[in-house]
């Protein structure tokens, strides 16, 4: 049984580790990535201008924008590329069986 707030946006078998899509939670746009073989959740959209980091290249933990070039931490949502430098919002990640699920964030 999922905790409160907890809603399922995807499958493990979906995204294999080194892989990354993003999927909707409630009006936000969301990253899942596997990084070698845990699920973590950041804000998709670069806090830099506007672009979707699932178009973006995945290197080990670090994601980057396709935009221009910015880089984030998959695993704290901390900027580790300029012209990145503000912080990404970390879901809440759940796994049961095959199901993510995954907590909005709280502001
Ligand atoms: Fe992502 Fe500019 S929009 S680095």
Redesign the pocket.
């Known amino acids: 049984m999922a905790d409160a707030g907890f809603i399922k946006v995807a499958q493990v078998s979906e995204i294999r580790p080194g892989e990354m899509i993003a999927v909707e939670v409630g009006s936000e746009q969301v990253l899942l990535v596997n990084v070698d073989g845990t699920i973590h959740a950041i804000d998709d959209i670069?806090?830099?201008?506007?672009?979707s980091?699932s178009e973006g290249d995945l290197r080990g933990d670090e994601v980057e924008?396709?935009?221009?070039?910015?880089a984030f931490s998959c695993v704290t949502g901390a900027p580790t590329n300029p012209?990145?430098n503000e912080s990404l919002r970390v879901y809440s990640v759940q796994i049961e069986g095959d199901d993510i699920l995954v907590a909005p964030p709280i502001d």
Request: net charge neutral.
């Open positions: 670069c806090s830099h201008a506007y672009a980091l924008c396709p935009l221009h070039g910015g012209p990145a």
